[in-house]
């Protein structure tokens, strides 16, 4: 039904369904079978990968709206890759051909920036404990 809603309609109806089939992937064993099932076609209309098929306008939203699926596909392949063989292909086929926002790396690096400001936390305290046992003795 979500495919059917976005088949007809603008990019901004397409990016909502997008989203809800982000949370109900996330969420339904039984979706994601279903999704998978035509997981060619969600492709089509959700990155327009196609030059007989571009998504429809404006550009700017259209730009947004396959970053998101790029995305969605992107954190799909890396949970349920293993289980769902047709969001693998799909992300081996647009990686080719577009260039993926790198969720892992992302995570990665706000770990690390994270870390960073919890070890200048950390040293923080410390030199505020020394100057108090110095100032206290």
Same mark, same amino acid.
Request: proline share 5%.
């Given at each position: ?59 700017? &939203? ?6 998101? #699926?790029?995305? @969605? %596909?992107?954190?799909?392949?890396? $949970?349920?890759? =293993? +289980? ?19 969720? &892992? ?6 770990? #690390?920036?994270? @870390? %960073?400001?919890?070890?200048?936390? $950390?040293?923080? =305290? +410390? ?11």
């Amino acid at each position: 039904m979500l495919l059917s809603l976005a088949t007809n309609y603008a990019v901004q109806t397409r990016k909502l369904a997008l989203q809800l089939c982000d949370i109900l992937f996330a969420r339904s064993k039984t979706f994601r079978r279903l999704l998978t099932a035509q997981f060619g076609h969600f492709v089509e209309l959700t990155v327009g990968h196609k030059s007989d098929k571009p998504l429809p306008a404006p550009p700017a &939203a259209a730009i947004d709206l396959r970053q998101k #699926a790029l995305e @969605a %596909v992107e954190k799909w392949h890396e $949970q349920w890759g =293993l +289980q769902y063989p047709q969001v693998t292909l799909a992300y081996k086929y647009l990686k080719k051909h577009f260039k993926f926002p790198g969720i &892992a790396s992302r995570a990665a690096a706000a770990a #690390a920036a994270g @870390a %960073v400001r919890r070890q200048r936390h $950390q040293q923080m =305290l +410390q030199q505020r404990y020394e100057t108090f046992q110095q100032d206290f003795p």
